[in-house]
């Protein structure tokens, strides 16, 4: 998959390469690395772990101490350490181990790292990346299974993305850790041993705040980003097969800023939309998607904009429940052939 979404051929004269989305934030921060001596890689067990999700594999060995540093259990810490050294120059990666453990450093995400470029006005900036996972389906109890995107994407200053195949994880990470502002890297655990096409040039980046078409339809618009863009994308195909409905998937890709053009001129074409995320849907990212999609295309709606997420409740580990809680592929089919069946 290229940056746009598009699906390329690996050939040697190419330099496209099958890895999976691990290997893609592997191969980002390596290539970042060997670029720029001030980015380093701090976390709980980044080291001589290789990472709690074998993301780091290596780099210890590679780079030395000094650039891939384990710490104490103290988010708090560590991510405020971040932005001390992103403020001094460097240019640090901040590891947590999921994305619910981040709320124990809320305090210097929100506070501090998305308010310094303004507070200073531009004379100090914080050129700090977080890396974290996020995502349920793995019976991880409901305080480690929730999908923050919203509350931080809902901050001023904190630039916010969230890949959704490797071709995009190498190059939103590589354009994160080039970036003069705080941007948090949401990744998936689900998506972590998923293969695609990767290019590898060291060049080549994912441009923040570009949504991308993954896959063109003319029937439904289904707006999604994450792991909710990787169902979409499975649902869509199995309505094409099925029942010859042509989904269009939108995977917003960044959440902030925000591509909103890119959605509604998917919404003008097709003329329906549905709204996908993993978070709970009040107050969450589909809620804002949908409040710009009306204002955006009013007139070019011919029925009301559908959104699902997660059910609003603490995930249950019981796996019938959990599945049940989940924005499934049977719950985004349905919740397709709805909103088609509005619009007819």
């Known amino acids: 998959m290229s940056a746009s979404g598009v699906a390329t051929t690996p050939t040697a004269s190419t330099g496209v390469e099958t890895m999976t989305y691990r290997e893609a934030l592997r191969l980002a921060m390596r290539q970042e690395m060997e670029r720029d001596e001030r980015v380093f890689v701090m976390g709980e067990e980044v080291g001589l772990f290789d990472g709690s999700y074998k993301v780091t594999a290596g780099l210890m060995d590679e780079f030395g101490p000094d650039r891939v540093r384990d710490t104490p259990i103290s988010e708090e810490g560590f991510v405020g350490a971040g932005v001390g050294a992103a403020m001094?120059?460097?240019?640090?990666?901040?590891?947590?181990?999921?994305?619910?453990?981040?709320?124990?450093?809320?305090?210097?995400?929100?506070?501090?790292?998305?308010?310094?470029?303004?507070?200073?006005?531009?004379?100090v900036r914080c050129p700090l990346v977080i890396r974290t996972p996020n995502g349920a389906g793995n019976q991880l109890t409901a305080q480690h299974s929730?999908?923050?995107?919203?509350w931080f994407a809902g901050t001023p200053g904190l630039k916010v993305v969230a890949p959704a195949n490797p071709a995009d994880a190498k190059g939103l990470l590589k354009a994160a850790i080039r970036d003069d502002d705080p941007v948090l890297v949401i990744e998936n655990l689900p998506i972590y041993k998923e293969k695609g096409y990767v290019d590898v040039d060291a060049e080549l980046l994912t441009p923040i705040g570009r949504a991308a078409v993954a896959r063109e339809g003319g029937d439904l618009t289904v707006v999604a980003h994450s792991f909710a863009t990787v169902r979409a994308l499975k649902v869509a195909e199995k309505l094409a097969a099925e029942r010859g409905v042509s989904l269009e998937v939108v995977d917003l890709r960044s959440l902030r800023p925000?591509?909103?053009?890119?959605?509604?001129?998917?919404?003008a074409k097709t003329n329906r939309v549905l709204c996908v995320e993993e978070g709970w849907p009040s107050y969450g990212v589909t809620a804002e998607i949908a409040a710009r999609i009306q204002y955006a295309c009013f007139d070019d709606l011919d029925a009301p904009v559908e959104r699902i997420g997660m059910a609003e409740v603490p995930?249950?580990?019981?796996?019938?429940?959990?599945?049940?809680?989940?924005?499934?592929?049977?719950?985004?089919?349905?919740?397709?052939?709805?909103v088609l069946e509005l619009a007819a």
Do not use: C
């Not at 120059?89 to 310094?116: S, Y």
């Not at 909103?260 to 998917?266: F, H, I, L, M, R």
């Not at 249950?316 to 052939?337: F, G, H, S």
């Open 88 to 123: 001094l120059g460097e240019r640090p990666i901040v590891e947590i181990m999921t994305l619910n453990f981040l709320l124990v450093a809320m305090d210097q995400v929100v506070n501090h790292a998305a308010k310094i470029g303004a507070m200073f006005g531009g004379e």
């Open 146 to 150: 929730q999908s923050f995107d919203g």
């Open 258 to 267: 925000l591509d909103v053009e890119t959605v509604a001129k998917s919404v």
């Open 315 to 338: 995930l249950p580990y019981a796996k019938e429940l959990e599945l049940a809680a989940m924005p499934t592929e049977d719950r985004i089919e349905r919740a397709a052939l709805q």
